[in-house]
């Protein structure tokens, strides 16, 4: 999988600012053996207050805190949050249809994003 450097710089301030999250979508499905095109990466966080706080921290040093994300944008269900332009654009959402938080958390798995250690969403 090619590493995209503004892609591991911001997992690298997620890890740093110990955010929840798991890459879903076209990335997972890469880590896992299955790649295909994309033109952003997907990331489920975690949709509360203390992880919502540690998502714009990581993104106020990333060199986004002028977009006006509140901590609201990520703690509410079903929310989308498009930063950047394909094809280095990350999609960062609150939820996935018919998986919950915790069924993602309990079935993501770590592996490598370049240097770093991230979660991907398990296969099952």
Do not use: C
Not at 61 to 84: N, R, S, W, Y
Not at 93 to 121: F, M
């Amino acid at each position: 999988m090619e590493v995209q450097q503004d892609f591991r710089d911001l997992l690298a301030l997620f890890n740093a600012h110990r955010v929840d999250y798991i890459i879903v979508g076209a990335y997972a499905l890469a880590y896992h053996g299955a790649p295909r095109y994309t033109g952003d990466m997907d990331i489920l966080v975690r949709p509360d207050l203390e992880n919502a706080q540690r998502i714009l921290g990581a993104l106020v040093e990333f060199g986004f805190g002028t977009l006006g994300l509140t901590v609201e944008d990520f703690t509410a269900p079903d929310k989308v949050i498009q930063i950047g332009v394909r094809p280095i654009r990350v999609d960062i959402v609150t939820s996935l249809t018919g998986v919950s938080w915790q069924e993602a958390q309990a079935g993501r798995v770590k592996g490598p994003y370049g240097d770093l250690e991230v979660h991907y969403l398990g296969k099952e």
